[in-house]
């Protein structure tokens, strides 16, 4: 999950509620993490043969929130509330083609053939949290969605490829810009990924655009996001009423992957593989 970034949207989302502090995480620490990480990415294996036309959103989060209730865990998103937004209902982010994120799991919400769909996962284990997302095909889609999602995963990994001691947070968003530009597809501005352990959204702030050389210098022990968000057209987003899901603007298609990353001497950790 993310939060916002720019002026025109910071009122809306999780940004108030970040630490300003940046954390530098212990080894202890990052075992936890990387404990959390692994649950995170078990989830979405889980979730994933569930993901068939006919099923509804409803029915995937309530899959999620028992397996994380059998696993010991217990979910991030649920009941959170942070200033200017009503308590969010699901214990998973279930966002539809033109959903950017933050799609709220319905009983009425029933996929269909063609269909592409983000879930995005943070399970809490032993007060650490593991945040995770993926874009599933549902059925047969578009030539144009399978390359938006398709771009969309290997633009993340380009930024991931990045982290290492030394470099910059630019190096991240340049890398993943780069790649999304040149696959035809707008990077989404508004939304970043987020620095997260004990709490769910902390320092740094990563953008997924922006230029080489330039922001946070990264260290080793820094455990961030990596979550980009590639639109088929126009990068802008609208809020719907809910105050939670965001769409395009243009109605048209968005994908989004999500790994959180540990900065490590030799360079980067995925931690929910």
């Known amino acids: 999950m993310n939060h916002q970034n720019l002026l025109s949207l910071t009122a809306n989302l999780a940004q108030p509620s970040i630490n300003r502090g940046l954390v530098l995480l212990s080894a202890r620490e990052m075992d936890k993490m990387r404990r959390v990480g692994r649950l995170a990415a078990n989830l979405l294996n889980y979730l994933e043969p569930m993901v068939q036309p006919g099923v509804s959103t409803q029915t995937l989060?309530?899959?999620?929130?028992a397996w994380m209730q059998a696993h010991g865990a217990i979910s991030a998103t649920l009941g959170y509330a942070p200033p200017g937004h009503p308590p969010f209902t699901g214990s998973i982010c279930?966002?539809?083609n033109e959903v950017v994120c933050h799609g709220i799991p319905n009983s009425k919400q029933i996929l269909r053939d063609g269909d592409i769909i983000n879930i995005d996962v943070t399970p809490i284990l032993n007060g650490y949290h593991g945040d995770t997302s993926r874009t599933f095909l549902v059925g047969q889609v578009s030539a144009t969605a399978k390359k938006l999602v398709e771009a969309t995963q290997e633009s993340m990994m380009r930024g991931i490829a990045e982290i290492k001691p030394g470099a910059r947070i630019g190096d991240i968003g340049a890398a993943i810009q780069e790649y999304a530009q040149a696959s035809g597809f707008s990077v989404v501005r508004d939304l970043v990924g987020h620095g997260v352990g004990r709490q769910f959204h902390m320092e740094p702030q990563v953008p997924?655009?922006?230029?080489r050389g330039s922001g946070l210098k990264l260290r080793p022990g820094m455990v961030f996001t990596v979550e980009p968000m590639l639109n088929q057209g126009t990068?802008?987003?609208?809020?719907l009423p809910d105050r939670w899901t965001v769409i395009t603007k243009d109605k048209?298609?968005?994908?989004?992957?999500?790994?959180?990353v540990a900065v490590t001497e030799e360079g980067v950790e995925i931690l929910t593989l």
């Open 94 to 96: 279930t966002s539809i």
């Open 208 to 211: 997924h655009y922006g230029k």
């Open 61 to 65: 989060n309530d899959e999620a929130a």
């Open 252 to 260: 048209k298609l968005s994908a989004q992957f999500e790994h959180t």
């Open 235 to 239: 990068y802008d987003l609208k809020f």
